[in-house]
């Protein structure tokens, strides 16, 4: 199994595929560094990540294992990008765009998630969505 804990921001390599879908969890991350972080998270059926907006990044979703139904828009009620995608596909989200990813299919979305700058704090692990709903170190 792959070794889901932080490894930022010492160099770094690893089976990206792998490691997501080895993930249990709703978010790990394997790397955070100054301008850069990597995630991994596990999406149950009908399950979502929840909306949000980030002001001061990029981001860019691999999708390993699944479906989704990937939004966004410039507002939280104008999600006007709306398109389903599936194992291998990409999705980036340009800093100021609100989006949500929701698990259409009948298994774990399993995806990986770069944000340039990191989102997240250093090993941040939150087991299911609940969990980083409950952290005060995530933006609602």
């Not at 698990?103 to 944000?115: A, F, I, Q, V, W």
Request: no cysteine; net charge negative.
């Amino acid at each position: 199994m792959a070794d889901l804990s932080d490894h930022g921001p010492k160099p770094y390599t690893v089976n990206i595929e792998e490691a997501t879908l080895a993930n249990e969890n709703f978010r790990a991350t394997l790397w955070t560094g100054e301008f850069l972080q990597m995630t991994v998270m596990t999406i149950p059926p009908g399950g979502e990540v929840g909306l949000e907006m980030h002001d001061d990044h990029d981001q860019f979703i691999r999708v390993e294992q699944g479906q989704a139904r990937a939004q966004m828009g410039p507002a939280k009620d104008d999600l006007s990008f709306d398109e389903t995608i599936g194992d291998d596909w990409v999705a980036i989200v340009p800093a100021g765009q609100w989006h949500n990813f929701t698990n259409t299919g009948d298994e774990p979305l399993k995806l990986y998630s770069l944000y340039g700058p990191p989102d997240h704090v250093k090993g941040t692990l939150h087991p299911t969505k609940d969990d980083a709903d409950d952290d005060p170190n995530e933006q609602h």
